[in-house]
């Protein structure tokens, strides 16, 4: 077994909504490249029901589209303190992907390991394609994604 | 302006993937309420024009997209008027299993409101997660309850954000044994924390604002979820038919959302109502669990509405398990239709209150028109009234942090769909 007995998950959040999908194209370009013993999930605004998908899982890896500032397809991985900055509020429809970890935290339901990655996006129009700079980006962090779990055994997939 | 004149404005950012922008317009002049206006100015969304012109077939999975939050709700409405249009009757079975299916929407959206959004007002957090840290084990609770309702949706629609189960003429799926018989284990398991919940929910101090208000509900044999007539507490029963002769929606220069008047009059959908009209058809458990912690309805405290969103919990997850418990997997999960011209209207309580379709085919089942009246513009009224009677017997010479409070906990009761947004009430006061 590629990791032992630990449970691992990769999760990209996102929408059909051009650059919105920055988080599924990942979990698309990791397909066929991860041992099949590592869940592979797209999900659309999780909300709490994230809380319980981190619950079960001993690392988890998300990917979600982001909006600061930046050029469209970088790539930024954000780590357990910078959490809070990022709060924009707590809401039932619109709960966020940091609202619910920073709940999760206080629930003491975090995995083990969580490493938490944005990808910059531009537009995201309902219909419309992403744009190449997604698409490019999409694909480098799943080789990257692919390559830190895989690297001890040097499985990497191209 | 004086010390007394004050501009109250509160407003609601637009939340990505979300419906809602609202703010709420008080003027103060002289200790009395001059003014107050509750303002959705959410973008029209057209789902009604969306509809016409397309098949009968696709309105479950097209009006499961108006709320995140209730979509089941929204496709069993659809998809039981056009099977009365149709002259289908579905087969027992699929009845049962979507008043098992909604019953999961109750308790995820109920579980939801409660822990994420009402409690932390009443013991003084500005959110669950501040709440969390004091409390983990209420929080914990409540998400486990929620979980319960997803999987229930999950089971039967593949998803329960925006499920894709249901169909005119039944379910395009009918879940294993092996997955019910699962599912019944979740229930077993989140009954008895429904009922401390319940426990839990009966305690919390109150305040005490008594208003006279009509509840309006649907009333069936069983306590009605997705079946029945309407109600009001004024004696009214009448069939989903007859709802445009009693109920009148309008716009106000204010408000890009229509309200809605039965008679002339605000009116009150939702948890409090149903409990208010059917709360005695209630299983005797639930009602002797009520009577051991001195809930007692109907209840005029709209702040009650949480404590009946904790039982009507208890009672979906009992009444899951009762249409669970002796599963059998059909050798079909729906039936032949064959479209045809006509007009029908029907209703179910969706957790928000009474939810009303109504739509017109050709004879090949394209939809000509449709009209959907939510809970949420329906108690829009009645939400402007309590405010003005509420805010009154606060206490208008509250500091601005406090009234912003008491209008944010007010609106609240009610669950609208700009309920989450509240959190972000902006408070800008012009004293002169």
């Not at chain 1, 219909?127 to 994604?145: F, N, T």
């Not at chain 2, 799926?173 to 426990?199: K, S």
């Not at chain 2, 394209?366 to 009645?382: D, E, M, W």
């Not at chain 2, 912003?404 to 609208?416: A, F, G, S, T, W």
Request: one cysteine or more; glycine letters at 8%; aromatic letters at 6%.
């Amino acid at each position: 077994m590629l990791i032992g007995s630990e449970r691992i998950k990769v999760v990209g959040i996102g929408s059909p909504s051009s650059d919105d999908q920055a988080g599924w194209l990942v979990i698309d370009a990791l397909a066929n490249k991860l041992p099949p013993d590592v869940e592979l999930t797209k999900l659309d605004r999780p909300g709490s029901l994230l809380i319980s998908l981190l619950e079960k899982a001993d690392k988890v890896i998300l990917i979600d589209a982001m909006q600061c500032g930046g050029s469209p397809g970088e790539i930024r991985h954000f780590a357990l303190g910078e959490w809070a900055n990022y709060r924009t509020g707590l809401s039932s429809h619109g709960l966020g992907v940091f609202d619910a970890l920073m709940l999760a935290k206080e629930l003491d339901c975090l995995p083990e390991t969580l490493d938490l990655y944005g990808i910059e996006i531009g537009s995201a129009l309902p219909g419309d394609q992403p744009s190449d700079a997604i698409s490019d980006a999409a694909e480098k962090l799943a080789y990257r994604i692919a390559k830190g779990l895989t690297a001890p055994l040097g499985q990497v997939a191209q | 302006m004086t010390d007394q004149q004050k501009m109250v404005s509160i407003h609601v950012p637009v939340l990505t993937r979300v419906e809602g922008e609202g703010a709420l317009h008080l003027r103060i002049q002289d200790g009395c309420i001059e003014e107050l206006k509750l303002r959705i100015y959410e973008p029209p969304r057209f789902f009604e024009k969306f509809l016409e012109g397309r098949s009968y077939q696709e309105v479950p999975d097209m009006v499961a997209r108006i709320c995140g939050i209730c979509p089941v709700a929204y496709q069993i409405t659809a998809a039981q008027t056009l099977e009365k249009l149709f002259g289908v009757e579905p087969p027992p079975w699929a009845k049962a299993m979507r008043r098992a299916m909604y019953c999961g929407e109750w308790i995820q959206s109920h579980s939801l409101h409660i822990h994420l959004l009402a409690t932390p007002d009443f013991f003084g957090y500005d959110s669950a997660i501040a709440m969390a840290k004091d409390h983990p084990e209420v929080v914990r609770r409540g998400l486990k309850l929620q979980a319960a309702g997803n999987a229930l949706m999950d089971l039967f629609g593949a998803r329960s954000v925006h499920p894709v189960g249901v169909k005119v003429g039944g379910f395009h799926h009918a879940p294993t044994e092996d997955q019910v018989a699962r599912m019944v284990e979740q229930l077993d398991e989140a009954l008895p924390l429904a009922g401390e919940l319940v426990r839990w929910a009966a305690a919390i101090a109150m305040p005490q604002d008594d208003q006279a208000f009509t509840s309006v509900a649907m009333e069936d044999a069983r306590y009605a979820i997705e079946a029945g007539d309407i109600s009001s507490g004024l004696g009214m029963s009448i069939a989903a038919e007859e709802f445009e002769q009693r109920f009148n929606e309008y716009q106000v220069p204010h408000s890009t959302a229509f309200y809605s008047y039965m008679d002339g009059q605000p009116y009150l959908v939702g948890p409090l109502a149903r409990m208010n009209l059917n709360g005695k058809q209630l299983p005797v458990s639930i009602q002797t669990l009520m009577a051991e912690t001195g809930l007692a309805f109907p209840n005029t405290n709209m702040f009650m509405s949480l404590v009946a969103r904790a039982v009507e919990i208890l009672y979906a997850l009992g009444e899951a398990r009762r249409l669970l418990q002796h599963y059998e997997r059909p050798s079909r999960p729906d039936m032949d239709v064959s479209p045809r011209a006509g007009i029908a209207m029907g209703c179910t309580e969706a957790p928000r209150g009474l939810l009303w379709h109504r739509y017109e085919t050709d004879a090949e089942g394209r939809i000509l028109s449709a009209r959907i009246v939510p809970p949420t513009s329906q108690n829009q009224g009645r939400i402007e009234e309590d405010l003005r009677l509420s805010l009154t017997a606060f206490g208008l010479d509250h500091e601005d942090s406090a009234l912003r409070l008491h209008c944010e906990k007010v609106i609240r009761n009610y669950d609208p769909c700009i309920s989450c947004a509240t959190h972000f009430l902006r408070l800008d006061v012009d004293r002169k």
